[in-house]
């Protein structure tokens, strides 16, 4: 069962081959199973998921299913699900049980989903590897000893392992792409403002948006149909109509104009990754796409850029962890300034204070202009390379990430080399782009991820493009472990 993709799951469970319970109580076995081993959950949601599996099997007898109806989904624990705890990894949240549904949440229940658990994730989904996590490291199915990337490195690992057929995650500079690279799935950002971010914890809030994360495109779209629509609770959730994700698929590539950024293939970039990349490329080639060459000739400065934005708006969204209204509180206060600062100082790790005081710093008088302000003007000449760029090609190619998946501990202690692995990523956040990794092939027994961007509100397109690839391949296919 834990080999069939969601699009098959839905037709079995219409079908009655076996009720939605067996296939909750199926998964929840296999999470348990290997919990110890990949540390990808945070909350296993056992007496509720059963109780939903139930539920979802009386509206499919009665006719009444939704698209989804007694799917196994996991969140990532940095959306809000009423009554459930809901850390965002960090032991600021520990104790905290969310009063309230995300919208995306809520839109998955709406559809039938069944919710076995909270995946484990980078504290405030700070990090590229899981490795700041209050709840300890996820591991990479493909090999234990590596970082299955981050920050939504926990529903990565549990879709990877099987453990689960979808998941959520969210992306502020790379945490759907670069995990799903590293664990050999398939997970889409979608353009800024399709997603709600209602009840999805804050970190950077220009550049934050949610997604889904599964093995292949075509359960990416039908996560994606769930997840996508106008929400008037988030002030930047566009209203727009959702196209029919599924619909357009199998549309022939012919024709189709790909672009290959002359900056994603040079210096940095691991020669193996580069190689299988390459191939993917010219397999596309093979398929009737003309590929040519373009620039993006500001990339270089995305990732400084995100470094500047990123944290500042983190120590904005963060400064509400006071140890007074929620969350974690120090013991014995001797008065108020010591609540604040032991509290904070106690309940956050140090990634995510190194954050919080580069953005205090930049956003401080006198140095707002030379920082905030200048990675504003620097963020609208990445945005125009882009704009430029889909005037000549309609999707974008490359690597998601410079390296396949490393080892744990190899870059935990250098923040500077740590931030580099998302250098492909972060420049499609900084333009509200929507970027999709899929599974591209090997490299060393560790799996490689192809990235392609599209414009903005070109999802359909991306899937459809991920998916012709999908038929040609079995990359994605590929299991990690013992079935
Ligand atoms: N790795 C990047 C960071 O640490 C991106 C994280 C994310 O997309 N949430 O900020």
New binding site residues.
Partial sequence: MHNLSIKRLVEALRAKKFSSRDLAEHFLARIERFQERLNSFITVTHDQALAAADAADQRIHAGDAGPLTGVPIAHKDIFCTDGVKTSCGSRMLDSFVAPYDATVVARFKQAGAVMLGKTNMDEF????SNETSYYGPVKNPWDLARVPG??SGGSAAAVAARLVPGATG??????IRQPAALCGITGLKPTYGLVSRYGMIA?ASSLDQGGPLARTAEDCALLLQAMAGFDPRDSTSIDRAVPDYSAGLDKPLDGLRIGLPKEYFGEGLDAGVARVIEEAIAGYRSIGCEVAEISLPNSGLAVPVYYVV?PAECSSNLARYDGVRYGYRCEDPKDLTDLYKRSRGEGFGAEVKRRIMIGTYALSAGYYDAYYLKAQQVRRLISNDFKRAFEQVDVIMGPTSPSTAFRLGEKANDPVKMYLS?IYTIAVNLAGLPGISIPAGFHDGLPVGLQIIGNHFEEARLLNVAHKFQQETDWHTRAPMEA
């Fill in positions: 989904a700070m990090g590229s981050g920050s969210t992306d502020t500079g790379g945490s970190f990123a998302d």
